[in-house]
């Protein structure tokens, strides 16, 4: 008992230690445009892939399903393998890769604005154990183990330069969330209808709603997400 106090006390644990605001935004813009940098771009896709499907896992585990593996290839394309033989559970789980990095990205700048830094250190280390269960290929390990350094760095360092390592990964989750419904977009046009990206798989769960709908519908809800995230993070009032 006294053991889940402490990790309770740890977790709301308020810290005004910060990084200046300068260096906050810097972090957050170099976290962005990393998507597109040719040296960081590869592993930002990679990282928004795993957080993708580790959207998956999470809501097909929240609905009592059996996940069995997460898969990811060098090329940021990935799967997550549950068992269902229920649509009405298929379409949340479906829906929740999209959403999942945004809505991270989101939870995190959340906490962080609320000077919660541990809070946001207990979310990420829950995502890496989630990962760590089910992961299943090398690269997905590989990409875990990354994560694993982010939150090693933001428990042994100061509180301000955690803020700053927090920071360029919410821009990460950010462009990889955008950037990732663009990318199922130019999927669909390569391959056709057999490419098997989730606005696909939500269309034919629908069957009134095309691909194009649904890819529109996940832009707008990642920009939406990308545009209250900045708010919470940069102009908080703005909310009150």
Known sequence: METIQEIIQWVTYQSNNSAPAYALI?????????YFFPYTHRYVKLFGSLIHEAGHATMALFLGLRVNKIK???????????????RLRNFPVALAGYIG????????????????????????????????????SFVAIFINLLLGGIIYLAFTIAPSVSSIVMFIFIGMLLSSGIMGVVSAYKVRLREGKDAGTDPQVLARMTLIIPAIIWELLFLVFSIAMTLLTLIILLAPQILL
């Open 72 to 86: 990811l290839d060098s090329h940021g394309n990935g799967v997550t393998e549950f068992y269902s033989h229920s």
């Open 26 to 34: 810097a972090s957050l813009a170099l976290g962005f445009y990393s």
């Open 101 to 136: 990095p945004p809505t991270l990205a989101a939870l995190l700048a959340w906490t962080i604005s609320n000077h919660m830094l541990n809070a946001a250190i207990a979310i990420l280390i829950f995502t890496f154990i989630l990962l760590t269960i089910f992961v299943r």
